[in-house]
């Protein structure tokens, strides 16, 4: 779980209602209207922009910004170093009967004990990483789009209050709770675009590339293990992927 996300919503949402709570009523910034508007004009626009197969996996998809397992590079270097010594132990067919959990990893290593060439296995794996960039992609884009809704049903909105408020200038006392329902609308739509739907966006998008970091370390370590090279010489390689301060310095001379 993502205890990052879900602490950034609860601070989002607690400032914004704080702050109305510190100068003014709560329920004066209810208004069924403005919720219909912006809120029946995005899911509207997300039915028209995508799919159905698509859109009844919203919920799904913003889910994975919380619930989600962090793909951690430093975890897969050590697995990939182990895999290593296995394979120079013993042979590289051993590694088809090892223990993996991660099924990106086994099927590396199922292409390295089948012995096939580098060219081909860096082929067939860099074809997961593009289907799954491609599949991530979908989820940030509808996230991107709402992002882009949510504020303009939120203009519309308010240029429909404008013009009934218009329409009634002869009502003096009317026009000051006539444009402060007109802006609720602007309000809604920012709400939802910077509190929920780019923050989902922008963490998807991340959680992606991380995603790919981890199986691009895979094939660079699994070419290592198919060339024969030495373990420490694999994970120093590898550990060129990670931040300067999480490496680990070994030396990698020894054959």
Not at 77 to 82: D, L, N, S, T
Not at 190 to 195: D, E, F, H, L, P
């Amino acid at each position: 779980m993502d205890i990052a996300t879900v602490i950034g919503m609860v601070l989002c949402v607690g400032a914004v209602i704080g702050s109305i709570l510190a100068g003014g009523d709560l329920t004066a910034f209810i208004d069924v209207p403005s919720v219909i508007v912006v809120g029946l004009g995005l899911i509207g626009a997300t039915f028209i922009k995508w799919p159905m197969e698509i859109v009844t996996k919203v919920a799904q998809i913003a889910m994975k910004s919380i619930f989600f397992t962090p793909a951690n590079p430093k975890d897969t270097i050590e697995e990939i170093g182990k895999l290593a010594e296995t394979a120079r132990r013993e042979s590289v067919f051993a590694l088809e009967k090892q223990p993996i959990d991660d099924p990106f990893m086994k099927k590396a290593m199922t292409l390295a004990a089948d012995n096939r060439p580098p060219e081909v296995i860096s082929g067939i794996l860099q074809l997961e990483i593009d289907a799954l960039e491609e599949r991530h992609k979908i989820g940030v884009d509808v996230f991107g789009g709402m992002a882009d809704d949510g504020p303009a049903f939120g203009m519309i909105g308010t240029l429909i209050g404008l013009v009934i408020m218009l329409g009634n200038l002869s009502d003096q006392a009317a026009i000051g709770p006539a444009m402060a329902v007109a802006l609720l609308t602007t309000f809604y739509g920012a709400c939802i675009a910077n509190i929920f739907c780019n923050p989902i966006k922008n963490k998807l998008g991340y959680r992606s590339k991380m995603e790919a970091q981890k199986m691009t370390i895979i094939i660079a370590g699994t070419l290592g293990i198919v060339a024969g090279e030495n373990p420490r010489l694999i994970k120093e390689k590898l550990n060129s992927f990670l931040p300067p301060a999480e490496r680990d310095v070994e030396d990698a001379a020894e054959e």
